[in-house]
């Protein structure tokens, strides 16, 4: 079945430092490609998404592109702020006949920026 | 412009009542989703509702059972609870072939 897998957290970064959060999937078809964000106590919010091989997102400095040869849409952001504390959650959708589908999930990883 | 709105925002009940949990989507938006989030977990898909028919189901038991409204509003309820049921229920709403966009989520806690 379709799953996506991102790297166990917690992540401790200083402030201005390099971001990586991997994330890969398994799935049928062509799937499009998320990353949500989850602050604490609230929801989950759009981060950024791609739709198809080779497309890079991009939202608030941070970036990720579908590669379809390696299955993998890691995130990335040049220089994280404190106020980045999070977790960041990879997902995929796949579309039946053009119908809204489900998203699956990664299990999250907690990002902790100090100054 | 509203985005998704639930209510309530937390909510203690006790094992074997039923708990109902309600959802009103982004302006716009036809299709709603329920989703269960577990402490330290990703959200599980539940069900889906579009023009008022459960469209999709995730791995839940009946006891999970939703209703989508003509405005397309939607409630979640949930029978015969489990201490296992304690979890963040999130709503997503979206239009076709459209990101879903999610509420901050109803905090459900099971004594």
């Known amino acids: 079945g379709n799953s996506v897998t991102q790297m166990e957290g917690p992540v401790t970064l200083s402030e201005e430092a390099f971001l990586t959060i991997n994330c890969t999937y398994t799935a049928t078809g062509y799937p499009s490609l998320f990353w949500y964000v989850q602050y604490p106590g609230e929801g989950l919010q759009l981060l950024l998404k791609a739709t198809k091989a080779d497309d890079k997102g991009s939202n608030k400095g941070f970036e990720a592109t579908y590669r379809k040869e390696t299955t993998s849409f890691h995130l990335e952001k040049g220089s994280v702020q404190v106020s980045d504390s999070a977790v960041y959650f990879c997902?995929?959708?796949?579309?039946?006949?053009?119908?809204?589908?489900?998203?699956?999930f990664g299990t999250g990883t907690l990002l902790a920026v100090q100054p | 412009d509203a985005g998704v709105t639930q209510s309530p925002t937390h909510l203690i009940k006790t094992r074997g009542q039923q708990v109902t949990l309600r959802c009103s989507p982004k302006s716009g938006h036809d299709t709603v989703s329920w989703y269960q989030q577990a402490l330290g977990q990703g959200p599980q898909f539940i069900f889906q509702y579009y023009e008022e028919e459960e469209r999709q189901r995730g791995n839940f038991p009946d006891r999970f059972s939703g209703h989508q409204f003509p405005n397309y509003s939607s409630e979640l309820n949930v029978n015969a609870l489990l201490l296992g049921d304690s979890a963040l229920y999130l709503c997503?709403?979206?239009?076709?072939?459209?990101?879903?966009?999610f509420g901050d989520g109803t905090r459900l806690s099971i004594l």
């Open positions: 997902a995929l959708i796949t579309w039946r006949g053009g119908a809204t589908n489900k998203l699956i």
């Open positions: 997503a709403s979206s239009l076709m072939n459209q990101p879903q966009h």
